[in-house]
C-alpha cells in the first residue's frame, strides 16, 4: 500500500454536485457576465443577454433551441459564456455531426461578423485574423469539451456494466462449484455414511429376532427405529444437495421435529432423565420448535457421550414470548469406557442456530462438575 492509498480520500458533498445545482449555476455566471457586458447597453440589447442567460435552464431538454435563442445576445452583445454553454450542451446531448457541425459553426459566423458590422470585413490584416481565430477557439473549445463529456459518461457506463458482467459471471461461478461441490458431499454421504448406517439396522434387525433376552431384543429394535430415521432423513439430505436449483421453498429438507415429539426423544436417549417440558398453549413458530428439538437432541448425545450415567435434567418452558431450554447433566460418577469421537461443531452450529433466530445460547461446565446447555428463542425475531 502507498502513502497516497493510506490518505483519506476527499470526496464533494452531495449538494455540490446536485442536479439542480448544474443546471442553476450556468444560468447565474451567464446573467453575471450579461450583467458586466451590457452595462451602458440599450435596454433592448440587455434584454436579450438575459435571454440568452435565462434559456439555458432549458438547455438539456432542448439543447439546440437554446443555441438559437442565445445567439441574439452574442451578436448584438460582447457575451460568451451563455453561448459556449449552450455549444457544449448541444455536443453532449446531440453529438450527432449533422447538428454539432451547424450549431458550432452559426456561432463561429456570430462571433466573427460581430455588431456593428465594420465597414470592411474581409480586410486581410492581423486583427481579422486574430478575430477569426478567436471565433474559431470559442466553438471549438466548448465542443470539443462537450464530446469528451459525453465519452466518458458512455466509458463509464461500459465499464459499469463490465463490472456487472463480471460480478454476474462470478456468481455463476461459485454457484457451479458449489453443485460440484454439493454433489460430491451427496455421494460421499451415500456411498458411507448411509452404507453404514444400514449395515447398523441390519444387525439390529438380525439381533431383535435372534436374542431371547427381551431387554436386548427392545434395544435393538430401538437401534433398528433409530437406524431407519436416520436413513430417511439422511436420503431427503442426500436429494436435497444433489438438487442443482437448491430445494424447493415449500419442499422440507427432511421430517421436521416439534416440541411433541421431544418426550420420544428423552425416553429414546436411554439416560435417567428428569424432564418439565411446559411450553405453554401458545403456537412457536416452527424452527423455534426445531431449534429447541436440536439443542435438546445434541445436549443429549454429549451426555451420552461423555456422561452416560449421570442423571439429567431437561426444562422446556415459556417465558414471556421467549422460549428458554436448558438441558444439564449432574456431575458423571465415573469416566465412561470409551468416548465416541466427536467434532465439537454440534454445540457451534447450536449457537449460530439461536443467533440467527435473534435468540442466544450458552455451554459451559456446572460448578458442581456437571454440564448445562441453555438456549432462549424467541416467538418473532425482533
Same mark, same amino acid.
Given at each position: 500500500?502507498?502513502?497516497?492509498d ?7 458533498p452531495a ?10 449555476l ?6 453575471l ?9 440599450a435596454?433592448?440589447?440587455v ?34 459564456l ?11 446531448? !446531440?453529438?450527432n /455531426? ?15 461578423f ?15 485574423a486574430l ?7 470559442l ?10 463529456a459525453?465519452t466518458? !459518461?458512455?466509458?463509464?457506463?461500459r465499464?459499469d456494466?463490465?463490472t456487472?458482467g ?7 461461478l461459485a454457484?457451479?462449484?458449489? %453443485? ?6 451427496? !455421494? ?7 452404507h453404514?448406517v444400514s449395515?447398523?439396522? %441390519? ?7 435372534s436374542?431371547?433376552?427381551p431387554?436386548?431384543a427392545h ?16 436420503r431427503?439430505m442426500?436429494?436435497v ?5 437448491g430445494?424447493? /421453498? ?18 429414546e436417549s436411554?439416560?435417567t ?39 439429567v ?15 444439564r447433566?449432574d456431575?458423571?460418577?465415573g469416566? /465412561?469406557?470409551?468416548?465416541l469421537?466427536?467434532?465439537g461443531?454440534?454445540?457451534?452450529g447450536l449457537?449460530e !442456530?439461536a443467533?440467527?433466530?435473534g ?5 459451559g ?8 446447555v441453555?438456549?432462549?428463542l /424467541?416467538?418473532?425475531?425482533?
Amino acid at each position: 500500500m502507498t502513502a497516497a492509498d493510506q490518505l483519506p480520500s476527499r470526496r464533494l458533498p452531495a449538494w455540490c454536485t446536485a442536479p439542480w445545482l448544474m443546471l442553476l449555476l450556468p444560468a447565474l455566471y451567464s446573467l453575471l457576465d450579461a450583467a458586466l457586458v451590457a452595462r451602458d447597453a440599450a435596454w433592448w440589447q440587455v434584454a436579450l443577454s438575459t435571454l440568452a442567460a435565462v434559456a439555458l435552464l432549458w438547455r438539456r431538454r432542448f439543447p439546440v433551441t437554446v443555441l438559437l435563442l442565445t445567439m441574439p445576445g452574442s451578436y448584438v452583445n460582447d457575451i460568451w459564456l451563455a453561448p459556449m454553454t449552450a455549444v457544449y450542451t448541444v455536443a453532449s446531448e !446531440r453529438p450527432n /455531426p449533422r447538428v454539432l457541425v451547424p450549431c458550432a459553426t452559426l456561432f463561429t459566423l456570430v462571433e466573427f461578423f460581430h455588431w456593428p458590422l465594420p465597414d470592411q470585413i474581409f480586410e486581410l490584416t492581423r486583427g481579422t485574423a486574430l478575430d477569426a481565430i478567436q471565433a474559431i477557439m470559442l466553438a471549438a473549445g466548448p465542443a470539443a469539451t462537450g464530446l469528451l463529456a459525453r465519452t466518458r !459518461r458512455e466509458l463509464a457506463a461500459r465499464l459499469d456494466e463490465l463490472t456487472r458482467g463480471q460480478e454476474r459471471e462470478s456468481r455463476l461461478l461459485a454457484e457451479r462449484v458449489l %453443485i460440484s461441490e454439493r454433489g460430491r458431499l451427496a !455421494r460421499e454421504m451415500h456411498d458411507v455414511v448411509s452404507h453404514q448406517v444400514s449395515l447398523i439396522s %441390519i444387525q439390529a434387525g438380525a439381533l431383535q429376532v435372534s436374542t431371547g433376552d427381551p431387554a436386548a431384543a427392545h434395544t435393538a429394535r430401538t437401534i433398528r427405529e433409530l437406524s431407519v430415521r436416520t436413513l430417511d432423513e439422511l436420503r431427503q439430505m442426500v436429494g436435497v444437495l444433489r438438487s442443482t436449483g437448491g430445494p424447493r /421453498p415449500d419442499a422440507p429438507l427432511a421430517p421436521q421435529p416439534r416440541l411433541a415429539d421431544l418426550p420420544r426423544l428423552i425416553e429414546e436417549s436411554g439416560l435417567t432423565a428428569e424432564s418439565e417440558l411446559n411450553p405453554g398453549d401458545r403456537p412457536w413458530p416452527e424452527a423455534v420448535e426445531r431449534a429447541a428439538y436440536r439443542t435438546v437432541q445434541e445436549a443429549l448425545t454429549n451426555i451420552t457421550k461423555y456422561a452416560p450415567e449421570a442423571a439429567v435434567h431437561v426444562k422446556v418452558r415459556a417465558k414471556g414470548r421467549r422460549l428458554r431450554v436448558e438441558v444439564r447433566n449432574d456431575a458423571p460418577p465415573g469416566r /465412561p469406557a470409551e468416548i465416541l469421537p466427536g467434532g465439537g461443531h454440534g454445540l457451534v452450529g447450536l449457537r449460530e !442456530r439461536a443467533q440467527l433466530l435473534g435468540g442466544s445460547l450458552i455451554a459451559g461446565p456446572t460448578q458442581d462438575g456437571g454440564f448445562e446447555v441453555r438456549a432462549e428463542l /424467541p416467538a418473532t425475531r425482533s
